[in-house]
């Protein structure tokens, strides 16, 4: 699935990295603990959200995550958008609930499990 | 990469959660510089990160010191906080003593030391109750 998909399904403002969204995803993580998303392992993961600290941005950087969504209409302060745009990660904000935005996501195909089995 | 030893030391502060991970980054860029393998570049980011979160979280900050050569990367992160009692406990899957504070920061899910363990080739903790904690992480390159 493309980036630019995901952000028609949920409906996601941009916050960085326009230029990158025809990015394909593979794989799904969310969570608002980070050392749960770093038990994940495959590459071209998303990660969704509902923690919003700098610290969501060096978990994505630490696992090679190139895309950032934030849930609930979370919005991060701008020097973590900066943060994120630095490293090239793609920042969006939805307004559905996690497990909203999850579903949506897994019924338009995305289901393949990030972590280990 | 040639012959020599790369060797830098990094303080890791307390109380600072915002700056907390930034010796990770640094490491991390080294390595991609390096032309490190991206696999082992990963491995070696989250172990070191896990443990730096830790030594800000659990222990009032520490030292990290990295040392790379041609056959693996070394990192060494002290502390000298509360120590860990039980070792064996702390390393299982969920085991966490974070408070609610800590967890509402994104941490506390208790798989800090579980992913070490799961992505460093060589694992070592030495901790000593009211004396503190070093935990030495090894990646082999070669
Ligand atoms: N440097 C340290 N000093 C003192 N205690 C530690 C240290 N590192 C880990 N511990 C203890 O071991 C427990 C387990 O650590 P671990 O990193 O696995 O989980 P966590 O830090 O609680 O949560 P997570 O890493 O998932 O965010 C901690 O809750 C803490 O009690
Ligand atoms: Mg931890």
Redesign the interface.
């Given at each position: 699935m493309k980036a630019s998909e995901i952000k028609n399904i949920l409906k996601a403002d941009v916050l960085t990295g326009e230029e990158n969204l025809d990015m394909d995803v593979f794989a799904a993580c969310g969570s608002d603990l980070m050392s749960d998303v770093m038990a994940y392992v495959k590459d071209n993961v998303v990660l969704l959200t509902g923690l919003v600290n700098p610290q969501v941005v060096r978990t994505a950087e630490m696992m090679d995550i190139k895309m950032i969504v934030f849930i609930r209409g979370k919005r991060p302060e701008d020097s973590i958008v900066q943060m994120a745009k630095e490293k090239g990660i793609i920042v969006m904000t939805t307004k559905d609930p996690m497990f909203i935005a999850c579903g949506k996501l897994y019924s338009a195909g995305l289901t393949e499990r990030g972590v280990w089995d | 990469m040639t012959n020599g030893i790369i060797r830098q030391n990094f303080v890791i502060p307390a109380d600072d959660?915002?700056a907390?991970?930034e010796a990770?980054?640094s490491v991390?860029k080294m390595l991609i510089q390096l032309g490190v393998d991206?696999q082992k570049v990963?491995k070696t980011?989250?172990s070191m990160?896990?443990a730096e979160?830790n030594a800000v979280i659990h222990a009032n900050g520490g030292i990290a010191s990295v040392e790379i050569d041609r056959n693996k990367i070394f990192i060494r992160i002290e502390d000298h906080g509360p120590g860990i009692p039980d070792v064996e406990l702390a390393m299982k899957e969920g085991y966490t003593t974070a408070p609610d504070a800590i967890?509402e920061?994104?941490?506390?899910?208790?798989?800090?030391l579980?992913?070490m363990k799961?992505y460093a080739d060589l694992l070592e903790i030495k901790t000593e109750v009211g004396k503190g904690t070093t935990v030495e992480i090894t990646v082999y390159l070669s």
């Open positions: - | 959660f915002t907390a991970g990770s980054s991390k991206p990963k980011a989250i990160y896990e979160i967890r920061m994104g941490f506390g899910a208790g798989m800090g579980p992913n799961r």
